[in-house]
């Protein structure tokens, strides 16, 4: 259970220490993620044994790399303008429940069956995300929605995108996930020269910070998922409900987030369609 919690409390780190942050320089915030994926490189390096001569990657592997090494730190974009607008609780649900995107597209990419319980869970998980966009958490946020929206498709095709990688059994995921984030650098690196301004030296040891975060998110929950291989569900469900549930109590009690009814109701529809999808997961539903 150890390693699911450091995982739980990583992943809800990682958006408070953004937000914790308000980075208002496009070139910081580049450099924060630069520096956080190069950290991210020597740690999986060292940690997942990589042997660098040994890597071998078809057409298709290698179009995933490329484009999850474009989407990753261009999320990180939209993640704190979302952060900013739309406040932490927000940011979280939309970032869990993106999930919806890979359950929806297993249908047609992992030849899924399409049940009626199925349906209902991704109709509930619409009707929240309608309630969560209803009404505007700032006082300025006037493309609010955009950067939610941004971030729950910039999340869910990633997620995507490594499903795809971790059904494949030829596949090795530890030297791909390396690959990505060699990929991630070098796109970050372009970001950073593209971007105007002067840049915070503070920002380099915030990226130590972010990248050790980011990357002890990724290691403890694969690490869980190993430990409780008969149960990915038990490890599924702790961690989505365990990110909106914190990411909720952290923005209301900490920085002070309104949550309005149509919200509150959002949040619940949220969580009973991530319930609901582990029972079918469980094949109970």
């Known amino acids: 259970m150890f390693p699911l919690i ?10 408070f220490f953004i937000k914790y942050l308000k980075i208002n320089s496009i070139k910081n915030l580049f450099i924060l993620v630069l520096v956080n994926y190069f950290t991210a490189i020597l740690l999986s390096y060292n940690l997942f044994n990589i ?19 474009f989407l990753m730190p261009s999320i990180f974009f939209f993640l704190n303008k979302s952060l900013k607008t739309s406040g932490l609780a927000k940011t979280d649900i939309f970032q869990r429940m993106s999930l919806i995107i890979p359950v929806t597209l297993s249908f047609k990419l992992f030849n899924e069956e399409l049940t009626s319980s199925k349906i209902i869970v991704i109709l509930i998980s619409f009707v929240s995300i309608i309630l969560l966009l209803y009404k505007k958490s700032t006082n300025n946020g006037k493309f609010n929605v955009f950067y939610l929206l941004a971030v729950f498709f910039g999340y869910g095709i990633v997620d995507t995108l490594f499903k795809i990688i971790a059904t494949n059994p030829s596949i090795n995921y530890t030297t791909i996930l390396f690959l990505v984030f060699i990929c991630c650098a070098f796109v970050s690196l372009f970001y ?16 130590l910070i972010l990248g050790s975060l ?8 694969m690490k869980a ?3 409780f291989i008969n149960s990915p569900t038990l490890v599924f469900i ?6 909106i549930i914190g990411g909720s109590l952290i923005g209301k009690l900490y920085f002070k987030e ?12 949220a969580i009973s369609s991530i319930i609901l999808l582990a029972l079918i997961q469980l094949k109970i539903l």
């Open 225 to 227: 998922h190993k430990n």
């Open 6 to 15: 450091i995982s739980l409390i990583s992943s809800l780190s990682v958006g």
């Open 238 to 243: 702790t961690m989505n409900l365990g990110v």
């Open 192 to 207: 950073v020269v593209i971007s105007k301004g002067k840049v915070n030296s503070k920002f380099y040891f915030y990226g």
């Open 51 to 69: 042997s660098v001569d040994q890597i071998n990657l078809d057409l298709n592997q290698s179009i995933i790399v490329i484009v999850l090494g």
């Open 258 to 269: 309104n949550l309005s009814k149509t919200t509150i109701y959002g949040i619940f529809l």
């Open 214 to 221: 980011n990357f002890l998110n990724i290691y403890f929950y």
